[in-house]
């Protein structure tokens, strides 16, 4: 067997509720070619077990002992991963069925693109969910539809051969950090309008929540 065409990174911190539902959306994509990679970042649930217990050859489940923080999770996926493509999916997110050939077919279609965002469907409770902080402007809040989020990201691999993301576990925002330093280094960024990707924002106790909330306080 070839190497995989795209490789699907999860990193997953005490997601046992929600990791099949992630998985299960990888495993309906209308293109088969892919890996998918777990990294269980320190999980005090039953997050790894899930994980080993899918049965299919294409996942690979990376276990790590101590809680090291998102940054440091994604990279160890990265490290691991063998696809020309790589793909995020968060453990509470879903793929819808036509993400990965949709997006394929863009990077091949258009071969100086280097780094694909954007193209959610968004599931919230309340309006206000809808809304996140404008890191761009350094104040305010923009729509979550507006901004970069973590799991739409779709990049050619020399991206992440030179760019890897934050290991500081202060910045919460890996996603609009990463992108900044893949534009800074040169890379051809665009975004990505097709719905493809579900995000789940309807919690209201996730790390942007929080982050939320500081923000608000932060500018009151």
């Known amino acids: 067997m070839g190497l995989p065409c795209v490789s699907v990174i999860t990193p997953a911190f005490n997601a046992a509720a929600t990791l099949e539902r992630a998985y299960r959306s990888v495993q309906a994509q209308t293109f088969a070619d892919w890996e998918y990679i777990v990294v ?49 999916l968060d453990a509470d997110d879903e793929f819808l069925p036509e993400h990965l050939a949709a997006h394929v077919k863009v990077m091949e279609d258009e071969p100086k693109i280097d780094l694909l965002w954007g193209g959610i469907e968004l599931v919230v ?47 919460w925002y890996q996603d609009f950090e990463f992108m900044q330093r893949v534009k800074a280094a040169g890379f051809n960024v665009q975004r990505f309008r097709l719905p493809t990707y579900r995000y789940y924002r309807d919690s209201g106790s996730s790390q942007m929540d929080r982050a939320k909330a500081n923000w608000d306080a932060a500018q009151a």
């Open 125 to 171: 409770k309340e309006e206000s969910q809808a809304w996140v902080p404008d890191l761009d402007r350094g104040q305010g809040l923009i729509h979550v539809g507006e901004c970069v989020v973590q799991g739409t990201l779709f990049v050619r691999r020399p991206v992440c051969d030179a760019v890897l993301y934050s290991e500081d576990r202060s910045v």
């Open 40 to 88: 269980d970042d320190g999980s005090a649930d039953q997050t790894a077990e899930i994980a080993y217990g899918f049965g299919d050859p294409r996942v690979r489940t990376l276990v790590r002992i101590a809680n090291s923080g998102t940054g440091a999770a994604l990279n160890a996926g990265v490290r691991q991963a063998t696809g020309r493509y790589l793909a995020f």
